[in-house]
């Protein structure tokens, strides 16, 4: 049987990891305000305001801008959001994704 995806608490929506670790560091450490770090990714205030602010989600073309800019891994920022959204679909399929039975694991997997 399938593992349940769900452990607790929501994870973060990565919006909420850049504006609660990033944002605060780069004002602090570099003293650039959001704006000046939207224009270094490229992208309008409002399209960074809106990802952190868990408007919009994570594409792949921010994750690449935001891997760069950060010297980190585009896949992190993605991976951040394939598990917010995982999480969100299974509290919003609850009993109905229960109630699915499975048919076993496949030789092919």
Same mark, same amino acid.
């Given at each position: 049987?399938?593992? @349940?995806? *769900?452990?607790?608490?929501?994870?973060?929506? @990565?919006?909420?990891?850049?504006?609660?670790?990033?944002? @605060? =560091?780069?004002?602090? !450490?570099? #003293?650039?305000? *959001?704006? %000046? /770090?939207? !224009?270094?990714?490229? $992208? =309008?205030? #409002?399209?960074?305001?809106?990802?952190? =602010?868990?408007?919009?989600?994570?594409?792949? =073309?921010?994750?690449?801008?935001?891997?760069? $800019?950060?010297?980190?891994? @585009?896949? /992190?920022?993605?991976?951040?959001?394939?598990?917010? #959204?995982?999480? *969100?679909? !299974?509290?919003?399929?609850? !009993?109905?994704?229960? %109630?699915?039975?499975?048919?076993? *694991?496949?030789?092919?997997?």
């Amino acid at each position: 049987m399938a593992k @349940p995806l *769900k452990r607790g608490l929501a994870p973060n929506h @990565p919006g909420e990891i850049l504006r609660l670790t990033v944002l @605060p =560091s780069l004002l602090t !450490e570099r #003293d650039m305000p *959001k704006g %000046a /770090f939207a !224009e270094r990714l490229g $992208v =309008s205030y #409002d399209v960074l305001d809106n990802l952190v =602010s868990g408007k919009t989600n994570m594409t792949p =073309s921010l994750a690449l801008r935001l891997g760069r $800019v950060l010297g980190n891994e @585009p896949q /992190f920022w993605m991976n951040l959001q394939a598990n917010y #959204d995982l999480w *969100k679909a !299974e509290a919003a399929m609850g !009993e109905h994704l229960a %109630a699915l039975k499975p048919v076993g *694991k496949l030789k092919a997997w």
